[in-house]
Every structure is written in structure tokens, then in C-alpha cells.
């Protein structure tokens, strides 16, 4: 799988350090929001036609202004959709976030603290990573609007099944 941003994404559009090995703590935050988030968005189809566009080269010679974003026109009036790149920041963000700092080792999870620092409480974790997980569905939203009044220009949109299901979701129903 391709991983379509970079830690500098984290930085230019969430004010992250750099100072983060993007490879050991954000990379596979990144692959689960594109294979989970990303893909269920778009469908199967136009996920793939996405990712084989970025890989060319010049990358992106069709999905420039999806991935990008742009500033466009609809019915005479001015709209911006943030793109794909900082839907996926966001979803990833929350995931990283999420995770609390937390590693997988041979005796389970651990979080790791230093002498000048203390562990973030995980009730304000929850908070940050709901408020970035907000912020992915208000570019969603976004993007879909944008997707579908240029749905012309991207096709592969039309096969997608835009019905989303909250994952997790429950019906209750009485008896007798």
C-alpha cells in the first residue's frame, strides 16, 4: 500500500514536531485511515484510481484538486474543499492521538514516561482525538459535496455507494 502523506502533512496542517519518526509512530496510523477511513469513503474502485495516480509520475496528473484541494465555483457561488491529504491527516491524527503514546511489547502495552514529563490524561486524549475525528467528517462532508456537484469529472464517484454506516451502530427493539 502506498502511504499518500507525510509527516510534513502532520506539521503543515496540525503543527506537529517534526521531530517524530514518522516510519515507528505515525506510518501505520496512516495506512489504517487510508485502508479504513479513506477506502470505505471512496469505494474500492476510485480508492485504487487514486492511489495508482498518485504514483505517477509527475504524481497526481488527474486527482490534483481532489488530493490537494481547491477553490471552485458552483452555481456562482465560492466554495473550498480541503482535499483528500488533510482529511487523512485528520483521521490519522486521531488515530495517533488515540493511541495515547502507548507501544506494544512482549509484556503488553506500556506507555513510557521520562524524568521531565508527565502522561496526558486520558479522558483530554479522548477529547483531542474525537475533536480531530470531528474535524475529518466536517472535510468529509465537504469533499463528498464537492465530489458530487463535479461528479462529471470524476466518475469513478458515480459507482460509489455514498451510503455511510456509523460502524458500531445498534438498533433496540421492544418485545411483546
Known amino acids: 500500500m502506498t502511504v499518500l502523506i507525510t509527516l510534513q502533512d502532520f506539521v503543515d496542517f496540525r503543527g506537529m514536531t517534526s521531530n517524530i519518526n514518522f516510519d515507528k509512530e505515525l506510518k ?48 456562482s457561488d465560492n466554495y473550498e474543499q480541503p482535499g483528500i491529504k488533510r482529511l487523512l491527516v485528520q483521521y490519522a491524527y486521531s488515530r495517533y492521538v488515540a493511541a495515547g503514546g502507548s507501544t506494544s511489547t512482549a509484556f503488553g502495552m506500556v506507555q513510557k514516561n521520562h ?30 459535496t464537492y465530489l458530487n456537484r463535479k461528479s462529471d469529472d470524476y466518475p469513478l464517484w458515480k459507482c460509489t455507494n455514498k451510503k455511510r454506516t456509523v460502524a458500531g451502530g445498534f438498533k433496540i427493539t421492544a418485545i411483546g
Open 115 to 144: 524524568q521531565h514529563s508527565t502522561p496526558t490524561d486520558s479522558k483530554l486524549i479522548g477529547q483531542i482525538s474525537a475533536k480531530a475525528r470531528s474535524g475529518a467528517t466536517n472535510y468529509e462532508d465537504r469533499i463528498k
Open 28 to 75: 501505520q496510523h496512516v495506512i489504517d485511515a487510508q485502508d479504513f477511513e479513506l477506502r470505505m469513503f471512496m469505494g474500492e474502485s476510485f480508492y485504487l484510481a487514486l492511489e495508482t495516480d498518485f504514483n505517477q509520475v509527475p504524481s497526481l496528473p488527474t486527482y490534483s484538486d481532489l488530493f490537494n484541494g481547491v477553490k471552485y465555483v458552483y452555481n
